[in-house]
């Protein structure tokens, strides 16, 4: 709301910019949740899905919600799975992989390398395969089937928006 800026101008006395911004609303059943982290400097919004329309108000599926914006806060990941990674990010990132081999390797051992170092990245990068900041012995993943079968649900992380104070837009 640009009144709503320009008051906190106002009051403020700093130019205040908003450079980006998106709403999440919940398709079908499930929760959209928010979470501001680190003395406001990083906020989320995640929508998480599930098939039975009372689950949203269930406990046990609000706090895997809160669990699941606090790990998307401090954990940074790129993205919910592979299949949304850009490509360009693989690419370059196997570059690097590739330029981190011991040269004279053979080539199908080098792409083992490189996938075994791609295993890595894809479990920082992506929500689900990290570990879980609560529980590293879990990852995310194997947090919600864990959940899925409590509930007798079918949970899915749908999308998430992460930002920190003073990130460019993207």
């Known amino acids: 709301a640009p009144d709503a800026r320009v008051a906190a101008v106002q009051k403020i006395g700093e130019n205040i910019r908003v450079r980006r911004f998106e709403r999440i609303e919940v398709t079908d059943n499930g929760l959209v949740a928010a979470y501001i982290h680190t003395g406001g400097k990083v906020g989320v919004l995640v929508e998480v899905g599930a098939q039975k329309p009372d689950t949203a108000s269930n406990e046990d599926f609000k706090q895997l919600v809160?669990?699941?914006?606090?790990?998307?806060?401090?954990?940074?990941p790129v993205c919910v799975g592979r299949?949304?990674?850009?490509?360009?990010?693989?690419?370059?990132?196997?570059?690097?992989?590739?330029e981190q081999v011991p040269p004279g390797k053979p080539e199908n051992i080098v792409e083992k390398i490189v996938d075994g170092k791609m295993g890595k990245f894809y479990g920082t990068a992506c929500l689900l395969e990290q570990a879980f900041i609560k529980n590293p012995d879990q990852t995310i993943t194997q947090l919600?089937?864990?959940?899925n079968k409590v509930l007798g649900e079918q949970i899915k992380i749908r999308r998430f928006i992460r930002y920190k104070v003073g990130d460019e837009a993207a």
């Not at 809160?66 to 940074?76: F, G, P, S, V």
């Not at 949304?84 to 992989?97: F, K, N």
């Not at 919600?144 to 959940?147: A, D, H, L, N, Y």
């Open 66 to 76: 809160r669990d699941i914006t606090l790990q998307i806060a401090a954990a940074n």
């Open 83 to 98: 299949e949304q990674v850009p490509a360009e990010l693989v690419d370059r990132e196997r570059a690097i992989c590739r």
């Open 144 to 147: 919600i089937e864990e959940k």
